[in-house]
């Protein structure tokens, strides 16, 4: 393929709802041909019939839109794929394959860990969004030329959410009016939110478990998720099932157009701000970050150190906002009145996990972020 030209990747594209496969092997064929890897000057004919023959093998196994944006589906859909391939070399170029589909903004959610060979060390994906770059983000999309002032505003919200209530993609997307609630805080630096994660008709959480998220927001970005409350405040003359529309989207707009229209120029503001491998799902591993980094301040009786942190850091790693979120379970106690040690319990509570050491591994990287909070900077000897 050396002396191939170039086909262009469609970025504008409207994928298929039945079947995305078409419109993904044709980009990465257009990858393959721009940016393949090893050149030779001579291919064998099996090879050659591998990797031109790869659509046959999903003839059987077809990828709907509404499957590629919800990771259990994916997953599953990835088991019976791969399990359809005997040949090791089959499954090799397969995994090729899905790798590439990791790195696009549809299906960036995608976990190839467990399908690793055993003797590979095991790996994290350490990468985060800082809330300088967050900022950054949200400026962009409100900013949009091409975009509509409700497409802003609904992408606005929908990466402050992902990002403060460290929710999934799926999950963002099945929140519906009904599943956020204002809890009236006038006159402070902050705004307390509930959001109630929860199964609804369109999906299920990834534990099969409904979880409470509580967040605050500074004043800024709770502007804007007010705002889309107001418009979304089901009016007297609405039937009772007003208060069921999606949070993000329009009534009766299908889960796929609300993706495309409105978590698609997130991921992609996400790649021109933050870097190429940052992905949707990077914004619940920064606010997880947060989370961590909020009730070790807190809980280690640390103000934010103004060496290590700017103004919008230091005001959300506060104790005063760090008690509020935690409002719920102080119930106006001091730390002293309450067993410290159900911290890492509620810490994965939120987040929707079961083990502190499954946050620990995929979520929580490195120490040196660390120290400073539980090392005091001046310490004193006697």
């Known amino acids: 393929s050396q002396g191939q030209k170039n086909i262009p990747i469609r970025e504008n594209t409207v994928w298929e709802p039945d079947n995305i496969l078409p419109e993904m092997l044709y980009r990465y064929t257009a990858e393959r041909l721009q940016y393949g890897g090893v050149k030779k000057a001579k291919l064998a004919a099996g090879t050659i019939q591998n990797y031109t023959n790869i659509h046959r093998w999903f003839e059987h ?8 944006i919800d ?33 696009q903004a549809l299906t960036d959610h995608l976990s190839l860990a467990e399908f690793s060979p055993p003797f590979t060390p095991p790996s994290v994906d350490p990468r985060r969004v800082s809330l300088q770059q967050l900022n950054q983000i949200l400026e962009m999309l409100l900013e949009a030329p091409s975009a509509s002032p409700l497409q ?18 799926s999950e963002l997307l099945r929140l519906r009016y009904r599943d956020i609630q204002s809890l009236e805080e006038k006159g402070s630096k902050s705004r307390l939110f ?8 369109e999906g299920s959480t990834k534990s099969r478990k409904s979880r409470t998220v509580h967040i605050a927001l500074p004043v800024e970005q709770a502007k804007l998720v007010l705002a889309l409350l107001d418009l979304r405040k089901p009016h007297a003359q609405d039937d009772e099932h007003a208060s069921f529309i999606p949070l993000i989207g329009f009534q009766n707009e299908k889960l796929s157009s609300r993706n495309q229209y409105y978590l698609l120029p997130v991921t992609r503001a996400l790649k021109a ?35 290590l942190y700017d103004a919008f850091e230091q005001q959300l790693l506060s104790h005063e906002v760090t008690q509020k979120r935690l409002r719920y379970w102080l119930e106006g106690r001091p730390l002293t009145a309450i067993n410290t040690s159900l911290v890492y319990d509620e810490f994965i509570r939120m987040i929707g996990h079961e083990d502190y050491a499954t946050t620990r591994w995929s979520y929580l990287h490195g120490l040196e972020w660390l120290a400073p909070v539980m090392l005091s900077t001046q310490p004193e000897y006697t």
């Open 61 to 68: 196994y077809p990828l709907s839109y509404e499957a590629a």
């Open 273 to 307: 701000i933050a870097g190429s491998q940052v992905r949707f799902h990077h914004l619940r591993h920064s606010g997880v970050h947060l989370w961590f980094l909020q009730l070790m301040h807190l809980f280690y009786n640390q103000k934010p150190d103004k060496s």
């Open 71 to 103: 990771p259990p589906l994916l997953q599953d859909w990835i088991r019976r794929v791969l399990a359809s391939q005997t040949s090791e070399a089959n499954r090799l170029i397969l995994f090729y394959f899905l790798r590439f589909m990791q790195s």
């Open 194 to 201: 509930k959001l109630e994660i929860t199964r609804t008709k």
């Open 152 to 169: 802003r505003l609904f992408s606005a919200v929908a990466m402050i959410l992902s990002y403060h209530g460290m929710l999934r993609r």
